[in-house]
């Protein structure tokens, strides 16, 4: 994996790989899902910003997610994650079986605490409004300590399309409509792009998809608009607790090896940063992020590997295949000079 | 499949999310985010794998007449040409009316990019249809141009012209396996050392099932041959994709992708066992048997095409095999 092998392996300077002189530093976005709100401000920044259309309203049943996945009309998508997690506690074994409380232990208390004042012990509910005790002016939880963390945790995580060092994307467009910009972003150009949709299967982490009634492909541009007139994209502009960052690549690296240390040294050892590393499948991501959790668990794939990897390897046994079809093609004419 | 509720204990006691898939994949401990795809499945509907079929039979059709051309077998020679070329035409309406935005076709043309096995598609059909263009013109002038000074013209130049298509036509066979492979869709990224060969194979058992169809069997004595070498090649290098280790393999061996492979095998197999024995001496056993090598391997490419939508669609296809290339990985560095 050489320095210059512009398909695999790390490389430091994909714009001047690209044919960029004189450019500015690579940028991109470092998401620590570690204090995300799940406010979606970045979905709803980007929709404005890039006036991406309406793509339905759907409402998926899962969970605080009602986007699903990015795509073409979604170049910001916040996942919401429920999960049960042992707290140091020793596990009981029952996890897996069809018996347990109906809800989270916290929830059973305070309506524990709203049947004792309720005036036949809960025999009328349902038929009155029983008060649960808030609004209230504090914040959430203010009133009480550690001890009373039950088992459940939301991990909610803003996903964008990660600008790969080697994107599966940019390689496989047939129309050069998929270019890499100055800053070592990818982006599409919807004035070449004819919808051939081989991009949408070349992406090995599912992130850009043609818009049906439109028939070109679409995915975040890093709002290349904005990086131009010097500003930073919407989503990290809109983002209210800086869960995305965005900045030149090498000082966002930096800074999320510092915050994964300091999670650490805080005991959060499941913390882990992804797309980080150049030495992974694609290269390193422009866009990488700080999970909770394992990747796959916010619709991540684990190991992604750029489909171009295998590129001259491919080509060689068609070659092989093709001289075989030949020789055979030959070969039938000279078994039978008979007819 | 595992939703993210199950947590880290899964024993695999919750998979069943009720979700309507079948339960192709065994249960697993994989983890996933609601059970959505992580991939997006391919965009593409019926008009490619129709095109891979339609392009490898133009390529099988061009060798088949440009060999029946040097030896003097006229009537194999036309068939292979206007076959050829037929496939061709109805190859490029496919491709034009797949696009999102087919009438931006010639956008493809802006670029030759050695990193996209789509674009050198486009190169390799811009340069093997003009040569199958002028061969099969040759066999359909008018009797009455043919020996007027441009029809004697036109049939001088359709031998170079019926070979620079046929030297072009193993690129147009093969390509198509590079371009399938080279995406992130794992069954068709995983089966990247025997795709070339299936569809090579499944090119030269169409063109010699046209051949076989359509020429008399007295002449059709190479298109027999090659059916059967391809058949031959075609059944081996699918067999090879069913046998390669790993969940990947599933998406061609189970459900509707592993039921039309199947009828495939049959047909290809019925087919070149004809063209062994009963093609020899019956027209219409000759043509039987071509019948069953064109829908053999029609069959062939939507089957496979079909196992890469089914390994997008679960999330399985893309999580288990790459955990464990990771947990492999970690054992290996320590």
């Known amino acids: 994996m050489t320095q210059d092998n512009s398909f695999y392996g790390p490389l430091s300077d994909p714009a001047g790989n690209a044919g960029h002189t004189d450019h500015p530093p690579r940028v991109g976005f470092f998401t620590d899902t570690s204090v995300c709100i799940g406010c979606k401000a970045c979905e709803v920044a980007c929709k404005e910003w890039n006036a991406i259309p309406e793509d339905g309203i759907d409402l998926l049943g899962m969970s605080f997610d009602n986007t699903g996945m990015l795509g073409a009309s979604s170049w910001r998508h916040v996942a919401f994650v429920e999960q049960q997690r042992p707290l140091g506690r020793q596990d009981a074994g029952l996890a897996d079986l069809p018996v347990g409380p109906s809800s989270t232990q916290e929830t059973a208390e305070v309506v524990a605490d709203a049947l004792e004042v309720a005036k036949r012990g809960g025999g009328d509910?349902?038929?009155?409004?029983?008060?649960?005790?808030?609004?209230?002016?504090?914040?959430?939880?203010?009133?009480?300590?550690?001890?009373?963390?039950?088992?459940?945790?939301?991990?909610?995580?803003?996903?964008?399309?990660?600008?790969?060092?080697h994107a599966g994307c940019l390689d496989v467009?047939?129309?050069?409509?998929?270019?890499?910009?100055?800053?070592?972003?990818?982006v599409v150009q919807p004035d070449i792009c004819n919808g051939c949709g081989y991009c949408v299967s070349g992406c090995p982490y599912g992130v850009i998809d043609r818009r049906p009634d439109d028939g070109r492909a679409w995915k975040c541009t890093m709002c290349y608009d904005r990086l131009r007139d010097g500003m930073e994209p919407a989503c990290a502009k809109a983002c209210p607790t800086d869960s995305i960052q965005y900045g030149p690549l090498d000082e966002l690296r930096e800074r999320a090896d510092r915050r994964l240390a300091q999670l650490h040294e805080a005991g959060v050892t499941e913390a882990q940063l992804y797309g980080r590393d150049p030495d992974d499948g694609v290269g390193g991501d422009g866009a990488f992020f700080l999970l909770l959790d394992d990747p796959e668990v916010y619709g991540f794939p684990p190991d992604p590997v750029v489909p171009t990897r295998d590129l001259m390897s491919m080509w060689k046994h068609a070659g092989v295949a093709a001289s075989a079809l030949l020789a055979a093609s030959a070969a039938v004419f000279l078994g039978g000079a008979r007819r | 499949m595992s939703r993210e509720g199950a947590g880290r204990h899964g024993r695999g006691g919750r998979d069943d999310d009720g979700s309507r898939e079948r339960s192709m994949v065994p249960k697993a401990t994989f983890r996933s985010y609601y059970g959505r795809?992580?991939?997006?499945?391919?965009?593409?509907?019926?008009?490619?794998?129709?095109?891979?079929?339609?392009?490898?039979?133009s390529a099988g059709s061009a060798l088949l007449a440009a060999g029946?051309?040097?030896?003097?077998?006229?009537?194999?020679?036309?068939?292979?040409?206007?076959?050829?070329?037929?496939?061709?035409?109805?190859?490029?309406?496919?491709?034009?009316?797949?696009?999102?935005?087919p009438e931006r076709f010639h956008h493809m043309l802006r670029v030759a990019k050695p990193s996209s096995p789509m674009s050198m598609g486009t190169w390799i059909l811009v340069a093997y249809g003009p040569g199958s263009a002028l061969a099969a013109a040759a066999e359909l002038l008018p009797a009455g141009v043919r020996a007027s000074l441009p029809g004697r013209l036109l049939r001088?130049?359709?031998?170079?012209?019926?070979?620079?298509?046929?030297?072009?036509?193993?690129?147009?066979?093969?390509?198509?396996?590079?371009?399938?492979?080279?995406?992130?869709?794992?069954?068709?990224?995983?089966?990247?050392r025997e795709l070339p060969f299936v569809f090579t194979g499944s090119a030269a058992a169409s063109g010699a099932g046209l051949g076989m169809l359509l020429a008399p069997v007295a002449e059709a004595g190479?298109?027999?041959?090659?059916g059967v070498v391809g058949a031959a090649a075609e059944l081996v290098a699918s067999r090879l994709v069913d046998r390669r280790p790993g969940l990947v393999t599933e998406a061609y061996t189970t459900g509707r992708p592993h039921r039309l492979r199947q009828a495939s095998e049959y047909l290809t197999l019925g087919g070149a066992l004809t063209a062994l024995t009963l093609a020899r001496r019956s027209r219409a056993a000759a043509a039987a048997g071509g019948l069953a090598l064109l829908a053999g391997s029609v069959l062939q490419r939507f089957g496979t095409f079909e196992a890469g939508v089914v390994s997008t669609k679960d999330p399985a296809y893309v999580v288990k095999p790459q955990r464990e290339r990771l947990a492999a990985r970690a054992e290996g560095g320590g």
């Open chain 1, 173 to 186: 467009c047939p129309t050069g409509a998929l270019f890499r910009t100055e800053f070592g972003t990818v």
């Open chain 2, 37 to 57: 795809p992580v991939l997006k499945p391919p965009v593409w509907e019926w008009k490619v794998p129709a095109y891979l079929f339609t392009g490898g039979l």
């Open chain 2, 68 to 101: 029946a051309d040097l030896t003097r077998r006229p009537e194999l020679a036309r068939a292979g040409r206007i076959g050829g070329f037929g496939a061709l035409l109805v190859s490029t309406y496919l491709l034009v009316a797949d696009l999102g935005r």
């Open chain 2, 156 to 192: 001088m130049a359709a031998r170079p012209a019926g070979l620079s298509a046929a030297l072009l036509a193993p690129g147009l066979a093969s390509y198509t396996a590079v371009l399938l492979s080279q995406t992130a869709v794992p069954a068709w990224h995983d089966a990247r």
């Open chain 2, 222 to 226: 190479p298109a027999r041959r090659l």
């Open chain 1, 125 to 165: 509910l349902g038929t009155a409004p029983v008060d649960l005790g808030f609004p209230s002016f504090d914040l959430p939880g203010a009133g009480t300590g550690a001890e009373a963390r039950t088992e459940f945790r939301w991990l909610m995580s803003s996903d964008v399309c990660k600008h790969c060092t």
